[in-house]
């Protein structure tokens, strides 16, 4: 499985972004694909995920009511829209694909392939 993350950058606090994962197809043969984001000197933290089988998506408190994954199987992407951001989402983001049915909550070690990353900060 190859991933591709992308759609990063700077923005102000409570503005908006819109974060792709490109999937290769095999992607979608997997249990879900999600969202984790890592801050300097933090653990990596999950943050959404969406089932390859339904589009069922989950989303950590924190980000609830501001963040909405989708998916669009043509295209082989999911995305991350994230609203009213604030400066504790500041983090690179990467996209992963999960083979386990246990896929939530999500722990970085039920998550097998990796995009790379993409850089977001948000500004006071």
């Known amino acids: 499985v190859q991933l591709q993350a992308s ?5 102000q606090t ?5 974060l792709s994962c490109a999937a290769s197809g095999s992607a979608w043969d ?4 999600a969202w984790f984001r890592q801050a300097p000197g933090k653990e990596r933290e999950g943050v959404s995920c969406i ?9 950590i408190d924190s ?11 043509a295209k082989n ?10 400066p504790e989402d500041t983090a ?8 386990y049915s246990d896929y939530w909550p999500p ?4 998550y097998t392939d990796w995009g790379q990353g993409t850089q977001v900060t948000v500004s006071s």
């Open 51 to 59: 089932s390859t089988y339904d589009g069922r998506a989950s989303y």
């Open 107 to 110: 722990h970085h070690s039920r």
């Open 7 to 11: 759609g990063g950058g700077l923005v």
């Open 77 to 86: 992407t999911v995305y991350l829209q994230m609203s009213s951001l604030r």
């Open 14 to 18: 409570g503005g908006s972004l819109r």
């Open 30 to 33: 997997l249990y879900a694909i």
């Open 63 to 73: 980000v609830k009511g501001r963040f909405t994954i989708s998916r669009d199987i």
């Open 92 to 99: 690179v983001y990467y996209c992963a694909t999960s083979p």
